[in-house]
C-alpha cells in the first residue's frame, strides 16, 4: 500500500506539491485557507458553478464536457424569466440544474464554487461552505486591471500583453485573492473588444479545466498579488465613447474603438449634429494638408480609399469608413462628404467634442 495513505494530512499535502510536475501554476509553500476537509485523493468533484455570461459560458461549457472531472455539476446564476441569461440559456438546453441568486439552498454538499464572470460579490458564509473554497477566473493579468472590465482596460490603455488568472474568491473584495494559475496572451494591435473577449474565454476555459484536474494540490499553492502593481478596470458607461479631439492622440482614440467595439460607437460633433464614427482604423501620418498647424477634428474626405480622415491631437490621422448623423441611417463616408461638406468651400470642416 502508498505509504501516503498511512500518513498525517500535512505529510500527505507534502507529497502532493512536492511532485515534479510542469504547470504553469505559482508554488510556494503550503498556506491554508478555510482548513479544507477534502478526501485526499479524490478525482471527481461536486462543482457549484456561478456565473452569467457568455464569457462564463465557455468555462461552463468545458467543465461540461470534462464529466471525469465531476460527480455533481449545478450552476447559479441571476435568474430574470423575462431575459434569460447566457448561462440560463444553456444550462436549459443541457438539462443542468439551475438555481437563482441569491443562493437559498443548501451548499454545504459541494466541494468547490467556480467563479467566472458572475458580477456579483460573494458573502463570507458561501465561501465557507465549501471545503476547498471557492476559485475565480479573471480576464487580466493580475493584480493588473482588477474589476469589473479589464478586457475594455487593457486595450483603452494599448497594453500589448493580457492573459488569464486563476484566484481563490476572498471575502468582502473582488479580485483580490491569491493567484493560483496564470497564463499570458499576446494582443495584436488591431484587435478590438469582441476578439479578445472571445480569445480570453477560450483560454480561461482551458486554464480552468488544468486548475480542477490539479485539485486539491493546487488550492494550497497560491501566492499573494503584489499590490505595488494593483491597477483597476471599474465598468463603464456610455460616457467613455465621446471623442475630446484636444486632449486625444490618433492612438488614444483608435485605442478607444477597440476597447468599445460591440458595446459603443465612438461619438463627435459636427455643425450641432451627433456624429457616429463606424469601421475606424489607425491612419497614422498624411499629407492632406502643408500646414504645420494641428487642428485636432479637422476633416478630410480621401476620395480614392472612401473614408474621411480626421486629424488628432498629434497631428496624426485616424480614418472612418462609415458615419450617422444623429438619428439618420448609417452612411458612407462618400455619401457624408457629398450631403454636409462638399458645399463647404471657405472654412474647415471640423468634428467637435461638443
Known amino acids: 500500500m502508498n505509504a501516503a495513505f498511512n500518513s498525517p494530512l500535512s505529510e500527505v499535502m507534502k507529497i502532493i506539491i512536492n511532485k515534479k510536475q510542469h504547470y504553469n501554476i505559482f508554488k510556494t509553500s503550503v498556506i491554508w485557507y478555510n482548513k479544507p476537509q477534502f478526501r485526499h485523493f479524490k478525482t471527481k468533484w461536486s462543482i457549484l458553478f456561478f ?197 486625444m492622440t490618433a492612438a488614444n482614440i483608435y485605442n478607444l474603438y477597440r476597447a468599445l467595439d460591440g458595446l459603443y460607437q465612438l461619438t463627435t460633433y459636427f455643425n450641432g449634429h451627433k456624429i457616429k464614427l463606424f469601421n475606424i482604423k489607425y491612419h497614422g501620418k498624411q499629407d492632406y494638408i502643408k500646414s504645420s498647424v494641428i487642428i485636432p477634428g479637422l476633416v478630410f474626405y480621401d476620395k480614392k480609399n472612401d473614408l474621411l480622415a480626421i486629424q488628432c491631437l498629434d497631428g496624426l490621422y485616424i480614418s472612418a469608413k462609415q458615419i450617422s448623423v444623429s438619428q439618420h441611417s448609417t452612411m458612407t463616408a462618400k455619401d457624408f462628404h457629398n450631403g454636409f461638406i462638399a458645399n463647404i468651400t471657405k472654412q474647415h470642416v471640423i468634428f467637435t467634442s461638443q
Not at 68 to 87: A, C, F, G, M, Q
Not at 89 to 114: A, C, N, R
Not at 160 to 170: A, D, L, R
Not at 232 to 242: E, F, G, L, Q, V
Request: net charge positive; with cysteine; charged share 15%.
Open 51 to 247: 456565473g452569467a455570461d457568455k464569457f462564463a459560458v465557455e468555462s461552463l461549457q468545458q467543465i461540461h464536457k470534462h464529466m471525469n472531472l465531476w460527480s455533481r455539476l449545478e450552476v447559479v446564476t441571476p435568474y430574470n424569466t423575462s431575459k434569460p441569461n447566457d448561462i440560463t440559456l444553456y444550462t436549459k438546453k443541457h438539462k443542468i440544474k439551475l438555481h437563482p441568486w441569491p443562493i437559498t439552498f443548501p451548499i454545504s454538499q459541494f466541494d468547490i464554487g467556480l467563479v467566472v464572470s458572475f458580477g456579483h460579490l460573494i458573502p463570507t458564509w458561501i465561501i465557507q461552505s465549501f471545503p476547498l473554497g471557492m476559485i475565480n477566473v479573471h480576464a487580466s493579468l493580475l493584480p493588473r486591471w482588477r474589476g469589473a472590465a479589464p478586457i475594455i482596460h487593457s486595450l483603452l490603455h494599448g497594453d500589448t500583453t493580457t492573459g488569464v488568472t486563476i484566484i481563490k474568491i476572498m471575502p468582502k473584495n473582488f479580485d483580490t485573492g491569491e493567484i493560483l494559475a496564470q497564463t499570458s496572451v499576446d494582443i495584436h494591435p488591431d484587435e478590438t473588444q469582441i476578439q479578445l473577449y472571445s480569445k480570453l474565454a477560450n483560454v480561461g476555459a482551458g486554464l480552468l479545466i488544468e486548475s480542477i484536474e490539479r485539485l486539491p494540490n493546487i488550492i494550497q499553492c497560491g501566492i499573494p498579488q503584489n499590490n505595488e502593481f494593483v491597477t483597476y478596470a471599474p465598468k463603464i458607461t456610455r460616457n467613455i465613447s465621446y471623442i475630446h479631439w484636444d486632449k
